[in-house]
């Protein structure tokens, strides 16, 4: 049976033109699949004669290696879908195998009957644009990248299924309609602009990005990279244009954690505060990573020390920095600096070290939530979404964690997220066990530089004094410059600045071994002179051990610098000498700024040159400044002009101090001096008349009691009964030491400041020397009993012999001397 509905074709036409008519072979199968018709073509194509295939099942003709279920498949969707098409592999009559193109399609009779008209071509004979063309549809169709043809007006005239999925909204839907009006989640709007721009202009535009959600993943932010060309047909009409999409989120998500992983290696770690540090890194993470961020710390990673492992329930916690998208940071249940106690993810952060991520906050299952009252009164209050919380750890010590939440951003936390928040919390670990080091040991030095440096200046009523230390290294806190007040016998008081060369740890440890000499050369009351002499003997010694020990002498010990200065209310006079340092300035009552032309002195260390003192009598309210060559000398700038510039800074001597000292920091310091510099002002007072009696006794022994009665005369004139039994004690023992073992001129005198001083002078050198006597001895007590009833005592010489002195504490009248100015000479 012969049934031909078309053309058969010939071989001669199939292999001479190859745009001719394709070869099909064609064929009727029944509803059972049985062949019913059976075409001259497929005679030729499979080489089966139709006497031999008519009435036979259809699967017959299939080649063996077709695959069953497949087949049954396909016969299944050609019902359900009223056809099918694909590639079949059959059988050719001398038994090699074939894969024709099939086209099923049904067909109805005239008895309602259903029967399938089959049509087939071989891929082997199909021309060459045939194939082009089936490829170039079944590539479209079936790529995984979105495609999709629109016309002039916008609309949809054709899409893949790629794109429909990606989408979310189905083909059908999407046909002639708009981009903007289905997805308004997408930038639709400069999506729109890039197409009219390819219709008007013709030019492509290729790698488009923007960023979207849909309708597909409602939730998730996308990123897009999308290509525009128009289409024309073969006379040049425009006819639409078409776009490939493809989504780039993944290496969109990808550029973004490696730009925001470098902003945060260039942000944290910027500084040595640990605070700071911990701020920072809130800072950087919202709002790229997250709405919200607390950074929590141990309190003793703060102080600097080494924190306990493990942390305990015991452990206190502080907030050590915040961040919120919100001002204020209304979410957080803390401020910065509180203590804390953390949450329960947080808790059992702190307590193993591994990292919590609750993409989605539910008290189903996240119990802890409505027990901690506070945060979940937060959580509710402003929606907060998802959890992460990362431990903040570096050498497998725990020194704190980070909490991020989400709350406006509605995609939750996911493991990428949690990886770039815990590369946040290891590269800020890093940072701040640095800074908790530094701080420890800027601690050290400060705690250092505090008990080299006098804490507070003391109590004396000599001079009034200000004074400013800044070392060049103000991240270290400490350097060689020093300054001191030292109180001295006869009401005196002892003015010191002192230069080491250097900076740091090694120049502070030298000048507080320079200055613990100074003071106890100072208490032994030796002249200016003498006292650098000997502290010139030290540095040598000092610079011989070093030079034994480390095999060179250090230049901060053999480089320092000195000037020691002596002043007595009483007398008004002060005796200065210096060792290679810069001269003081006075400023006279008047105003005049002079600065002293002392003699030099060689710096310490040289040995072998001698200091020289010069004393000079300065008037009431005269002002006198010390200093290091830190405060006028300069990289690039001439000592002179620092000088000057001194001499304009202390101009107007009637100011208060503080006024002056800071206008000379202000005018003089840069915001990071490179040398450290020590600047000591003091404003001299003197004792008046009133306060001071002095008798001229012979040596004879009858004058003790003379002295005696002149003592407490004087004790009741000023008020001080309660303290003549004392004074009449040491005014006899010191009096009668002097006749009996010194020479003429032997003088008493009394002097009356915060202590009550007493002095006997006399014409001798020799030594007195405290003696501890026998039971049986019936002298040699005296300077015993002066120590024991006095606060202290001691010696001083001068060049006309020595002085004996002894304070005793006041306390029949107030010690505290009334303030500067008119009130000095105040009636107690």
């Known amino acids: 049976m012969d049934v031909s509905g078309a053309p058969e074709t010939t071989d001669a036409a199939v292999g001479g033109d190859p745009f001719g008519p394709l070869p099909v072979a064609s064929a009727v199968l029944d509803r059972r699949g049985t062949v019913v018709w059976w075409s001259r073509a497929a005679e030729r194509m499979l080489g089966h004669a139709a006497a031999d295939v008519l009435g036979r099942a259809a699967t017959a003709l299939l080649h063996r290696s077709a695959d069953g279920t497949a087949v049954s498949a396909g016969a299944g969707r050609c019902q359900a879908d009223s056809g099918w098409g694909g590639r079949l592999p059959v059988v050719h009559a001398d038994g090699h195998r074939m894969d024709l193109y099939a086209r099923v399609c049904p067909m109805l009779g005239p008895d309602d009957g259903s029967s399938w008209l089959v049509l087939a071509s071989d891929d082997a004979q199909m021309p060459w644009w045939m194939v082009d063309q089936l490829m170039l549809g079944g590539m479209l169709a079936q790529s995984p990248i979105g495609m999709a043809l629109l016309d002039e007006e916008l609309r949809y005239r054709w899409l893949n299924d790629a794109l429909a999925r990606s989408g979310g909204i189905p083909r059908n839907a999407r046909l002639g309609r708009r981009l903007s009006e289905l997805l308004p989640g997408l930038p639709a709007e400069r999506i729109e602009e890039r197409m009219r721009e390819v219709l008007r202009t013709g030019v492509p535009i290729m790698n488009f990005e923007y960023r979207g959600r849909t309708v597909a993943d409602p939730h998730r932010e996308h990123a897009y990279s999308t290509s525009f060309f128009r289409l024309d047909d073969s006379a040049g009409r425009v006819l639409g244009v078409c776009y490939i999409v493809v989504d780039v989120t993944d290496r969109w998500r990808a550029q973004q ?18 605070m700071r540090i911990t701020q920072d890194l809130a800072d950087v993470a919202v709002p790229r990573l997250a709405d919200f ?28 920095g915040q961040r919120s998208v919100l001002p204020g940071c209304p979410e957080s249940v803390a401020r910065t600096g509180d203590v804390v106690q953390p949450s329960f993810p947080a808790a059992r952060c702190l307590t193993d070290g591994r990292p919590v991520l609750e993409p989605v906050l539910d008290v189903a299952t996240n119990p802890w939530i409505a027990q901690d009252r506070p945060r979940w009164a937060k959580i509710r209050r402003f929606g907060i979404r998802s959890l992460m919380v990362v431990p903040i750890r570096t050498r497998g010590v ?14 939750p936390f996911d493991e990428d997220d949690l990886l770039i928040a815990q590369e946040f919390a290891s590269r800020a670990a890093v940072w701040v066990d640095n800074a908790r080091r530094y701080t420890r040991e800027h601690a050290a030095a400060l705690t250092l530089q505090r008990s080299l ?13 200000a004074s400013h230390y800044r070392p060049a290294d103000e991240s270290a806190g400490v350097g060689g410059d020093w300054f001191d007040v030292i109180p001295l016998s006869s009401a005196r008081v002892g003015l010191v600045v002192g230069d080491v060369v250097g900076h740091g740890l090694h120049a502070a440890a030298t000048m507080g071994r320079l200055r613990t000499a100074v003071h106890t050369l100072a208490g032994l009351d030796l002249p200016p002179d003498e006292l650098l002499a000997h502290l010139d003997d030290l540095v040598i010694r000092l610079a011989d051990e070093e030079e034994n020990a480390a095999g060179s002498a250090s230049t901060a010990v053999l480089g320092a610098t000195c000037i020691f200065a002596v002043y007595d209310p009483v007398s008004r006079r002060c005796t200065l000498a210096r060792a290679g340092h810069p001269p003081p300035a006075l400023v006279s009552p008047g105003g005049t700024v002079d600065f002293l032309d002392l003699p030099v002195g060689p710096p310490l260390g040289l040995g072998g040159l001698p200091f020289e003192s010069t004393e000079l009598e300065l008037g009431e309210g005269s002002l006198l400044a010390l200093y290091t060559d830190g405060l006028v000398e300069g990289r690039g700038s001439d000592v002179d002009a620092g000088l000057e510039q001194l001499r304009a800074a202390l101009d107007g001597a009637d100011r208060p101090l503080e006024e002056i000292r800071d206008r000379v920091i202000k005018e003089l310091l840069p915001d990071r001096p490179e040398d450290d510099v020590a600047f000591l002002l003091a404003r001299t007072h003197a004792l008046r008349a009133e306060r001071v009696a002095s008798w001229d006794l012979p040596a004879d022994p009858a004058v003790v009691a003379l002295a005696r009665a002149h003592a407490a005369r004087q004790l009741v004139a000023w008020g001080c009964g309660e303290e003549v039994l004392t004074i009449e004690l040491v005014v006899s023992e010191l009096v009668t030491n002097a006749i009996r073992y010194a020479t003429e001129p032997i003088r008493l005198r009394l002097i009356r400041d915060r202590t009550l001083i007493c002095e006997v002078s006399d014409g001798s050198s020799t030594s007195p020397r405290l003696r501890h006597s026998r039971t049986t001895d019936e002298g040699g007590r005296g300077l015993f009993l002066v120590a024991q009833f006095t606060q202290r005592w001691g010696a001083r010489y001068t060049s006309r012999g020595k002085t004996i002195w002894a304070e005793q504490p006041l306390r029949s009248f107030d010690t505290g001397l009334p303030s500067w100015g008119g009130l000095w000479d105040a009636p107690v």
């Open 257 to 274: 954690r490696l730009a925001l992983l470098n902003d945060a290696s260039a942000r944290i770690g910027s500084s040595l505060d640990v």
């Open 293 to 320: 961020v607390v950074v929590d710390l141990l309190e003793s990673v703060l102080r600097g020390e080494e924190p306990a492992q493990p942390v305990t329930g015991t452990s206190r916690i502080r907030r050590a």
């Open 398 to 411: 725990i020194m704190g964690v980070a909490t991020f939440v989400r709350r406006v951003r509605t995609d």
């Open 453 to 465: 440096l006098p804490r507070s200046l003391p109590g004396q009523t000599a001079v009034e004094v």
